[in-house]
């Protein structure tokens, strides 16, 4: 049975067309569970195809996920497993994995340009360069980082003349918050997708994300976030021709609730492996590099990984799981790390150096980062010929980027997973 063959003929008479919707911090419940306030979500997974679970790479983390959404590869191939920069004489630095040429491996948007396809990004991550004819990416003020408002820095980097074009059109203010700017996207894309016609669209829904960060995936907090991202997400949904479009609305991890925060580094710092000078790294033979609920171990001199061994098993009994370097090969994850740690469901992973090892919240957080099988994302596929509440179980997030490429005619023989069958 060919794959697609049905969803390619309805294409034949027009350009096919994709919109890939990612909601930061999507969790299959928001559109499984009807005690949500999601009517947009759970509406679009009644229209199409819904997975029950969708696994992420390993780390759980933003970046790396959605480079693997727009290259269907793992981390050690597309070379994105973390969110900031990370110095290897100096630890982390401020900045963060904005620019598109660190990616190495094909994205979607380059695939799309070789078959003179079009393309518009909006706030995607690691896409600043990025050769993509629409583009507004992710950036943002980060002190030390870089210069100027995440407004000017924003207008540096998209393509000449939209923003200005956008607000014009809009009437609305630049957004400031997340939450303003999930508010903000509707009319962005609107004003795209009327002026220019892209065939392939990536856009990021963010204020999901920072609200479970900074209250708990189950808190009031969370629940009125899930309401105004389903009415922001309802705007953008009605602005698509269901009948020649297929849209996909994709998580890129889950979340689970935090109480705790431990600090590896500290473990570190006391047996002299990392050495301090006015607060900040002077020197380090072994560092944590946190990603929330994991981090990857770097250990410059192996003669220390034993030890280094012996101290992460003696602290981490019920609180982490150690994954060997063998294990990390096979998730194709953390290319230079010796081990890495994986918390367990109400921890979280930090970079204090000198602070305590263990630290109480003072209320319940939200974290991800983890080993994906812990907290499971989401994936919903309407369009022509997807027949409606198509149950599609459990998935792999390797899946999207081949899914996407198959229904655009793409090269995607650098990817990893096979695209959906979706038909019988």
Known sequence: MLIFCWLLSAFAVAEPRVVLISVDGLRPEFYLDSRWPAPCLQSLARQGAAARAVYSVFPSITYANHTSLVTGVSPNRHGIDCNVDFDWRTGPTPGWNWEAERIQAPTLWELAGRRKISTAAFS????VGARVDYLIPEIFSVPGANLGTTEELLRQTSTPGLLDGIQRQSGLPFPLTFAEW???LPAAVGYTWRSYHPQLSLIHMLNLDWTQHRYGPDSLETRQAVSQLDASLQKIVEQVDLQETVLM??????FLGVDTVLAPNRLFYDCGWIELEAGRIKAWKVYARSNG??????????????????????????RWTLLERDELD????????????SVAP?????????????????RRLGQHGHLPELLPTGWIVVGPGIAAGRDLGSRSLLEVAPSIGKLLGLDC???EAEPLELFP
């Open 124 to 127: 995607w991550p690691v896409s």
């Open 182 to 184: 999930d508010n903000w």
């Open 249 to 254: 609305v994709a998580g890129d991890h889950g």
């Open 293 to 318: 609920g994991s981090a990857a171990i770097y250990c410059k001199d192996p003669d220390l990984l034993p030890r280094v061994r012996s101290l992460l098993r003696r602290y981490g009994a019920g």
């Open 330 to 341: 096979a998730r194709r994850t953390f290319a230079r790390a010796s081990l890495a740690i």
């Open 346 to 362: 109400g921890l979280a992973l930090g970079q204090s150096v000198d602070g305590p090892f263990e630290t109480p919240t003072e």
């Open 413 to 415: 023989s650098s990817m």
